[in-house]
């Protein structure tokens, strides 16, 4: 980097997209790309007679740095259920103000039983809860079990990837050996390893964390590990019969991402609102729509929903929250880095 960009980049770090002036009207998010659907945004500005901005980043690491690094200006965030752990911890979240939200009623209370790192809504509103699965290609695959052991299939050897994630891929390996996603057991981690590095590895193409609906849809690959919407978002919706997306039955990983509101936000009484918006059922069933989502959250969202859903909230029954292993994350890594670079 040239010396005389530095000074540039570090504003650019420090302050948010669009916040060098408020006008008290203004409300800024911070949320994963795609995940705030336009239509939502634009109501919500009519009603309230404000502005919403929106900034975008593709994970919780990059989000938590920027933060870190000293950026202001937004109100809300959307992280995932580890990283709510971890802002709690470092004490970077304002408090929810319950009485401002009486949507939070519409919360189901089966998601709360699995936000144990924030049970009672202190810190966080759960915006989406979901699961990574399998995509397989019917037209090529016509008979498998719907497991995450698929991967051990020679006869699918060059046609077949799973995501570039270590929590997810170990987490799948970790359930389907009948133990905790969360693991920080040697002995389990060792299992998880073997079976990645010895049954599944050898039968991929790559680890993709970007381009595998794209390769899917392109039939490149005929079975892939990933979210649902990133798939049907590549394939042609007149194709979608012609792909079986599952979450296996021995469960894996899951999330949920929530809305928090930062403690220096600027613009908490307007957050709360958005909050409540966002939660009004009608509201949020066209977030839903947009997505192709399970009602998992909002017990209310249902009955206005106009889509049939790619997966349901059941089929995340068996699945398990990933939680904020801590120090633990360091064993993860170590797994990682020899899982992906052991030929």
Not at 172 to 193: F, I, M, P, T
Not at 210 to 229: C, I, L, P, R, T
């Amino acid at each position: 980097m040239q010396k005389k960009l530095l000074i540039p980049v570090i504003i650019t770090l420090l302050i948010c997209t669009g916040c060098t002036k408020d006008d008290g009207k203004t409300l800024y998010l911070f949320n994963w790309t795609y995940y705030t659907p336009e239509t939502v945004i634009s109501q919500f500005e009519q009603e309230f007679g404000v502005k919403v901005k929106v900034d975008n980043f593709a994970s919780n690491e990059e989000m938590f740095a920027k933060l870190k690094a000293g950026a202001t200006g937004y109100d809300i965030i959307f992280p995932s259920q580890d990283y709510v752990s971890i802002m709690i911890k470092e004490n970077m979240l304002a408090e929810i103000d319950a009485s401002k939200i009486p949507n939070l009623s519409y919360i189901s209370p089966a998601v709360l039983e699995k936000a144990t790192y924030d049970p009672t809504m202190t810190y966080s509103v759960p915006y989406y809860m979901g699961a990574a699965g399998i995509a397989v290609n019917k037209t090529k695959v016509s008979s498998y079990d719907k497991s995450w052991n698929i991967f051990a299939r020679t006869d699918l050897k060059g046609r077949m990837c799973m995501m570039d994630d270590m929590r997810e891929v170990i987490g799948d390996a970790l359930a389907y050996l009948g133990y905790s996603v969360n693991s920080l057991n040697d002995a389990e981690l060792a299992a998880a390893k073997q079976l990645i590095l010895e049954q599944w590895k050898p039968n991929l193409v790559k680890f993709d964390a970007e381009g595998f609906g794209k390769s899917f849809a392109d039939g490149d690959f005929w079975v892939v590990q990933g979210y649902a919407e990133v798939v049907f978002g590549e394939v042609p919706e007149q194709d979608w019969d012609t792909v079986d997306f599952f979450i296996p039955e021995e469960g894996g990983p899951m999330y949920i991402d929530s809305m928090c509101v930062l403690k220096n936000a600027k613009h908490y009484d307007l957050a709360m609102e958005f909050i409540n918006f966002i939660h009004r059922p009608e509201i949020y069933a066209q977030f839903l729509d947009e997505f192709h989502f399970p009602p998992s959250v909002n017990t209310g969202a249902a009955q206005y929903m106009t889509t049939t859903p790619l997966y349901s909230t059941e089929a995340m029954a068996p699945c398990e929250i990933k939680d904020d292993v801590a120090e633990g994350l360091v064993k993860y890594d170590t797994l990682w880095q020899e899982i992906r670079f052991t030929n």
